[in-house]
Each structure stands twice: as structure tokens, then as C-alpha cells.
């Protein structure tokens, strides 16, 4: 059976924001870590059937945050290479740029790599500061601060 391309969007939107709630749990188990990272793949392939560019970098941003929030460096950094590839290719401005360089200094944190998170936080912060929209250059700034708190737990 071939999905609508409404149904692709409902379900792409749905997916994503079911990660969200995963994210947010305190005590998730092993087949929650699972299932997050499985919803975060089948909202990036639903997306990659009907979105955009912006939409394949989100879902490529969103899949290197849950593998970064799973220790797991390797898959993290390679979404984030993706993420910052398609914010590249398609001039998708600076606030899906800042995320690409918040999901690579994330991802390097979480690998050990110090200088890494910190060349890329630095690159963050820069493209934040052309960031038009207020409340999205405070949504990048905040995402920013847990990189560093997660570092400093380390």
C-alpha cells in the first residue's frame, strides 16, 4: 500500500516529535533506547520521501542528537556530517546551520574529542549570532549550554 504524501508529512511530523518524548524520559530502558532510535530513522524516511532539504537535515540533526544522547559516537558524527553536508549544499541559513555545527560538537563531546566540541561550539556560536529570529537564536543558545553541561559531566 503507497502512502499519500500527506500521510508521509503526518507520519514524518508524528515520528519526530515521538523522539521528542523519548529524549525527555528520565529512566528509559534498553528497548526505549531502541525504539527511539528507530522512530527517529522511520521519521527521516518518511521525510525523505515528501520534505525538503530542511526537513532531511532536521531528521539527519534529530538522529545524531539520539545517538549522542546514547553515547554512541560513531553513528552521531556521521548524522551530524549529513546534517552539516545538506545545511551546506542547500544554503539552509543560519539557524539550521548553527544545529548542524551543535549536533557535530555534541557528537565529539560524547566521543571524548574536546577540542572538537570546542572548534565546533566556537563555529555555533558564530553562526548563532546571525541567527534573525530572536527566539531561535535563544533555542540554539540553549541547546548550545547542554553540550557543555553534558561535557563538564563527563
Partial sequence: MMLSS???T?????LFN???TFLEMKDRSVDDDDLMVHTAHASLLHWLQVGTARNFARGEWQLSRVYAVLDRAEPAL????RCLALCRDHDLGDFDLGFAYEAHARAHAVAGNEAGMNR????AEQVGRGVDDEEDRKILSGDLQTVRLSADET
Fill in 10 to 14: 503526518q507520519c514524518a511530523k508524528a
Fill in 120 to 123: 565546533f561550539l566556537e563555529l
Fill in 6 to 8: 500527506e500521510q508521509h
Fill in 78 to 81: 556521521h548524522h551530524a556530517d
Fill in 18 to 20: 515521538s523522539v521528542w
